[in-house]
């Protein structure tokens, strides 16, 4: 079993939790569950994978993804109701499935010897869509476009540090434990210490 399919698994496992349990926020039966776990854990990574022209896409040449999805959707439709707080569970979930996903991307484009712009963007892509996918679908405001958090930017801070990482000489394994480390590290303080970048402001146009 290689390094990358550990984090295809990981982030397939964390990100369906985190999928399940807003599906628990909306209400919906364990074939809703199942479906937005499913949507939550492999969507970027298909997108990833229909990008990169990787046959099969990723899920479909593993079964056992969507069979560690499906079975995270049931458990959480049983244990949902202990959870106290279930939307803090949601963003930390998400915040972990969201760093090992990114290194999961990255590695992928890493392995099909991409250029270093290509890199990055498909650990953006592997990282953010899952979730985006699963928030849309379930009436949420995206936490990938939620106002006054880091969000893309540590996926995109993450996916870069694996390429200068690699640059200088480190080994990929090492690389993407450096890239998973920073995008956590960046997510944790936006959603503790409320890091953040500029936002825009509007301003009246001159005459």
């Not at 492999?42 to 479909?60: A, E, K, Q, Y």
Request: glycine share 8%; charged share 10%; net charge neutral.
């Amino acid at each position: 079993m290689t390094i990358l399919t550990l984090l295809d698994y990981a982030s397939v496992l964390v990100f369906a939790a985190s999928g399940a349990l807003v599906a628990s926020r909306a209400q919906l039966d364990i074939v809703g569950f199942a479906f937005v776990a499913c949507l939550t854990a492999v969507g970027g990574g298909t997108v990833r994978d229909l990008l990169l022209d990787r046959h099969p896409v990723f899920w479909i040449g593993d079964s056992t993804n969507i069979l560690l999805a499906a079975a995270a959707a049931v458990l959480v439709f049983f244990t949902a109701h202990l959870v106290e707080s279930r939307l803090r569970w949601v963003v930390w979930l998400d915040s972990f499935a969201l760093a090992v996903a990114v290194s999961a991307g990255t590695g992928a484009a890493i392995l099909t010897e991409q250029p270093p712009v290509i890199v990055v963007l498909m650990g953006m892509a592997t990282g953010t869509l899952g979730g985006l996918m699963r928030d849309v679908v379930c009436n949420e405001v995206p936490l990938v476009l939620k106002q006054g958090e880091l969000y893309i930017s540590c996926a995109m801070a993450g996916a870069i540090t694996a390429v200068i990482s690699i640059a200088f000489g480190l080994p990929t394994r090492w690389a993407l434990v450096a890239c998973a480390v920073v995008c956590w590290v960046l997510r944790a303080g936006s959603i503790t210490f409320g890091w953040h970048l500029p936002v825009y402001r509007s301003r009246p146009p001159r005459s």
